[in-house]
């Protein structure tokens, strides 16, 4: 059997205990596209660390959003969040930061009537891929106004807001920006949500994470040992090479081998029973 036909097996065995141990699990939660939207940026710059903080981190956050995240986001008034948010802490980022986060995407919504279409103010669809585009989304969601949050100063040199808007442009992997788009773009399947109909799946890049960049590089897709854009347009040249119009739809079952099956690079006795062994450096070794 090809590779191709292990790793699409692999997409089909996807199952709703996966999505429940990931972040996208909090898209699914709301019946919207303007809910979803929101619910996605914000649970996807939160998706770093171990998976059950972020859940943990990430329910704390949507309790406090109450039935709408749309709603909330368009009625979010710094002050208030700054009270609401005084003692929320997820490792790095504080609560100033996720303040910052709700008052970008407001300040998106009043420009653009959306994430997707502030995105899409950006994006060629004759590029190549997205690494234009998401430079471009960046660069703009950081030269917003920030000194309802953080003063006049605006956003403080020392401050962890930034993380949540890397670019590829410093060589950066993007993994939760790459993931929310993957979330909104790639088709409607029970896991991603196909929210963003004007850009194509075939753009995206793959989210590089701890598990994508040693599973990819195990079953041969990368030579890269850095994880970062330029490893992460590796993996997704080589997917694509497999599914050329949806690359990225492999990334969930791929990255769930770790998250969810336990695979941490090493012989064990569940290597018998993966899917994707006869292909896998590991157990070569």
Known sequence: MHLKAVLDNLYASRSPQHLANDPLSFCHRYRTAEDREIAGLIASSFAYGNVKIILRTLNG?????????????????????????????????DGLDLCALLLAARTMLEEADGIGQFFLTGYDPAAGDITDALAIFSAGALAFDYRPVFGDGGIPADSYFPFFFPSPASGSACKRLCMYLRWMVRPADGIDLGLWHE???????????????????????????????????????????????????????????????????????LCRSCPVVKFCAVTKR
């Open 199 to 269: 850009i194509s799946p075939a753009k995206l890049i793959i989210p590089v994470d701890a598990h994508i960049q040693r599973i990819c590089r195990h079953l041969g897709l990368t030579a890269r040992r850095q994880a970062d854009w330029r490893m992460a347009r590796e993996i997704t040249a080589a997917l694509r090479q497999l599914d050329p119009a949806d690359p990225v739809k492999y990334d969930f079952p791929l990255c769930h081998l770790g998250i969810s099956e336990g695979c941490d690079g090493t012989i064990r006795p």
């Open 61 to 93: 956050v949507f309790d406090r959003l109450g039935p709408s995240p749309r709603r909330f986001v368009e009625r979010f008034e710094p002050a208030a969040g700054r009270r609401l948010f005084a003692g929320f802490k997820h490792r790095f980022n």
